[in-house]
Each structure stands twice: as C-alpha cells, then as structure tokens.
C-alpha cells in the first residue's frame, strides 16, 4: 500500500525534483571548486547561471500550473489475505475528472494500472467502487462516459479485473 502510495506521489511531484535537481547541478556550476581559474571556470558558471535561470523559470511556471491543479484523493481497498492492495486516485477538474487504480499484486515492488479515466465528463468513481471478490478477483464499476479517454484492464499481474458499467446517477431536481 505504501509503494502505492509513494508511485502515485512521485508521479505527482517528479516536475518538482527535477526543478530541485537542476537547482542544485546549476549551483554547483556557479561555485565549481574542481576547476582551476582559468576560462573554463568562468564558462561552465556562466553555463551554471543561465540553467539557474532557466530552472527558477520552470519552477514559476510550475508553481502557477500546480496550484490550478486540485488535489487528488485516495482510496485503498485491501484483499482478504492482506497481500494485495488497490489504489484509487481520483481528481475532479474544473469541468472534468481524472482517475487512476493502481493494483500491486502479491510483491510490493509491481504495480498495475488496472483502470484509467481522464476526460470532461465524470466516471462517478468513488470508495464503494473497487472490491475485491477475493485475494485474486477485484471488481471496478464506473460509469461510461463517452466524452473520455476510459481504460479497464481483464487482468493485470495475478488480478483478475471484473469492469462493471454502472448507469450514471439521477441526482434529485430542488423543488420550487
């Protein structure tokens, strides 16, 4: 569960560890205490200012883009036996959502994409819709919407996926 958990969160921040990497190679560019004081210093800290400049760029940009970004909320749905996890990552955008489950089969260093959505419409996806049947049969029921890029695995590692197509919800009309 915890391998997961760390996929999905490093998935998320991987544009920021780059920004943090090429921060801390620029530095070392800039104070290049190997070289000696010669051309070469200067160049490779004039190379170490303008990536500097370039990674401080990316992470504005970054920051922007990552706080229109809504924050994702996580399910796990656990086998009988323990040995097997489900991770249900969902966000919902401003006119659309996003998700994403994620089985780690018996072995915590595997990870499956056993279902995925991304599109302008909802897949209604919450907590109550993965569970497992059994320690190798779990259940995954979404509504169709044919506006999105929608994915459902048969079988991912030593998991059977059952892919149930639920009809979308009726939400009741306020009476005035």
Known sequence: M???????????????????VLALISALMIWSPTLSMGWTRRMVRVLGGVVLGI???????????????????????????????????????HDGAATEIAVAPRGFCTRFI??????????YVGQRSIKWIDDHHL???????????QYCAAEVGDVVITCVSRPEPVFAQPNR
């Open 114 to 123: 056993a279902y995925r959505y991304f599109g302008d419409g909802s897949d």
């Open 139 to 149: 259940k995954v029921e979404y509504v169709r919407d044919a506006t999105g890029t």
């Open 55 to 93: 990674t401080t760029m990316a992470a504005v940009l970054l920051g922007f883009f990552a706080s229109l970004d809504p924050p994702r909320v996580h399910f796990v749905a656990v086998s009988p036996d323990g040995l097997r996890f489900a991770l249900l990552s969902h966000s919902e955008l």
């Open 2 to 20: 915890r391998y997961l958990l760390l996929m999905d969160e490093l998935r998320q921040n991987a544009p920021w560890i780059a920004v943090v």
